[in-house]
Nanobody, 128 residues
């Protein structure tokens, strides 16, 4: 079973930037789409961004388009989320997750139920 560990969260002022990383060990990683989700207090978990196994296809939430960029390095078993122009509403715990389907050529799923392995999360707080 793959283990996913997020890092890079923290406290930042509105308008600032953070770079989150998801490191994988064990199991399969390079053959699966990877998603970043977030959950704010009192809200449901939502997809922020996802990237296909080969990095060709991506999906972004409308709220982060133009501000966040997802990328992956399969040689290093990592997926990164570059977050720029952060807003207070970006405050949440951010999780990376592995989509269960291998070698899919479709745009990665936006549904959390299709992701079968999850990290423990990293907290992002954006102060105004």
């Amino acid at each position: 079973q793959v283990q996913l560990v997020e890092s890079g969260g923290g406290l930042v002022l509105a308008g600032g930037s953070l770079r989150l990383s998801c490191a994988a060990s064990g199991g399969t990683f390079s053959s699966n789409a990877i998603g970043w989700f977030r959950q704010a207090p009192g809200k449901e978990r939502e997809l922020v961004a996802a990237i296909s196994w080969n990095g060709v296809k991506t999906r972004y939430a409308d709220s982060v388009k133009g501000r966040f960029t997802i990328s992956r390095d399969n040689a290093k078993n990592t997926v990164n989320l570059q977050m720029n122009f952060l807003k207070p509403e970006d405050t949440a715990v951010y999780y990376c997750a592995r989509q269960g389907t291998e070698y899919s050529y479709f745009v990665p799923s936006g549904l959390s139920r299709e992701y079968d392995s999850w990290g423990r999360g990293t907290r992002v707080t954006v102060s105004s």
